[in-house]
Nanobody
Framework: QVQLVESGGGLVQAGGSLRLSCAASGSVFSIVLMGWHRQAPGKQRELVATISSSGSTNYADSVKGRFTISRDNAKNTVYLQMNSLKPEDTAVYYC?????????????WGKGTQVTVSS
């Protein structure tokens, strides 16, 4: 099992920046893919960005050029740097991990951290 703990959420004005962190513990050796997802009120959870164990990244079109996902393997931590934030980025942001395979839905989820962007 893998435990994921997010931090770094908060309230920011439009145009501002935030950095989210996700610390992984437990069977971290089995993680092959980590990602950030978000869920806004009344909407379905959506993928924001992923990073593989080799460092390959993938982004939703809505955040390309504004968000950057990165990882620190020594700290078992993944980051999401969010710049030029917009009110539509307001959501609960969840960290997720895929173990052993990159296919299919994530096997582990954090509890989420709230990001609120005011206009």
């Amino acid at each position: 099992q893998v435990q994921l703990v997010e931090s770094g959420g908060g309230l920011v004005q439009a145009g501002g920046s935030l950095r989210l962190s996700c610390a992984a513990s437990g069977s971290v050796f089995s993680i092959v893919l980590m990602g950030w997802h978000r869920q806004a009120p009344g909407k379905q959870r959506e993928l924001v960005a992923t990073i593989s164990s080799s460092g390959s990244t993938n982004y939703a079109d809505s955040v390309k050029g504004r968000f950057t996902i990165s990882r620190d393997n020594a700290k078992n931590t993944v980051y999401l740097q969010m710049n030029s934030l917009k009110p539509e980025d307001t959501a609960v942001y969840y960290c997720a991990a895929n173990r052993y395979t990159t296919f299919g839905a994530p096997s582990d989820w954090g509890k989420g951290t709230q990001v609120t962007v005011s206009s």
